[in-house]
């Protein structure tokens, strides 16, 4: 009676899972790779085409779950946060006020 079943060698089978994990890891290193390098080149789009002296309003969310506005003034530098949006608006308009 003949076995005509081939088995790997177990150094064999290890080099295999090896390679198999490394360039798994390898592409999951190059998709953290563009995805890092997709952000940059955004923030370099967004920080280029800012208009100076248009007021820019963002509502955030802090680390407790609650949402408030931040406004931003490139021009100036100045900020504004408040939990009300309509505390921006009024900030938002004396300082356009102040700047006539």
């Not at 790997?8 to 290193?29: F, I, R």
């Not at 890092?36 to 370099?44: E, K, P, S, V």
């Amino acid at each position: 009676m003949s076995n005509h079943t081939k088995c790997l060698e177990p150094e064999t089978t290890g080099k295999h899972n090896t390679l198999k994990l490394n360039k798994q890891a390898g592409v999951k290193n190059n998709l953290h790779f563009f995805s890092f390098l997709h952000q940059i080149l955004q923030n370099i789009i967004s920080f280029i085409s800012i208009n100076p002296d248009e007021v820019q309003v963002h509502q955030r969310t802090d680390r407790y779950g609650n949402q408030y506005w931040h406004a931003y003034h490139p021009r100036s530098r100045q900020s504004f946060f408040s939990g009300s949006e309509d505390d921006v608006r009024i900030w938002i308009e004396q300082l356009y006020q102040n700047k006539l």
